[in-house]
């Protein structure tokens, strides 16, 4: 079976989706960030101020490589991860991408919740960061199977409308 990749910016419910769908699939569920955090023994943040973005993008492909080695499962990339075409090939290689992406209103608002753990919005102006990288990287989310927009759904329903896809892809029936 192949796996369900998420992909998208940071706060769009790549985790708490991924949890869910890997749940109702009976798939396992990895999340690249937490192997990088559980490898390295530090959380992001903190990979970032003591060893810089570009060391913990190194951590972050040896996760996706790791991830992608195994099959029926749901993988959380980081929301930077497909920058680098190694891991984008990767995830492809064995997997459906689904873009998981939300206004950028709403991620700031969700993200705010955990404002010192997000390196990359510890700047004066959060909203105009996160627009700046959603513009930056949108060449790169385009390369998704398919996109669900998560702004103002639950994770139930983003799960329902990814399976769905999922199985339609698939040509299986959706039997729940």
Known sequence: MKNIV???FMGTGKSAVGRALA????????????????????????????????????LESQAVQEAVQQGACVIS??????LNPKNLEALRRNGFLVLL????????????????QRPLLQGPDPLAEIKRLLEERAPYYRCADFTVNSSYLR?????????KKVLEIEGRENTR
Request: neutral net charge; aromatic residues 8%.
């Open 6 to 8: 998420l992909l998208g």
């Open 23 to 58: 749940k109702e699939l009976k798939y396992r569920f990895v999340d690249t960030d937490q192997r990088v955090e559980e490898k390295s023994g530090k959380k992001i943040a903190e990979l970032f101020t003591e060893n810089g973005e570009a060391y913990f993008r190194e």
């Open 155 to 163: 994770v139930e329903e983003v799960t329902r409308a990814i399976k």
């Open 101 to 116: 992406e939300s206004d950028p209103e709403v991620i700031l608002k969700r993200v705010q919740k955990r404002a010192g």
């Open 77 to 82: 990339t980081g929301g930077g991860a497909i």
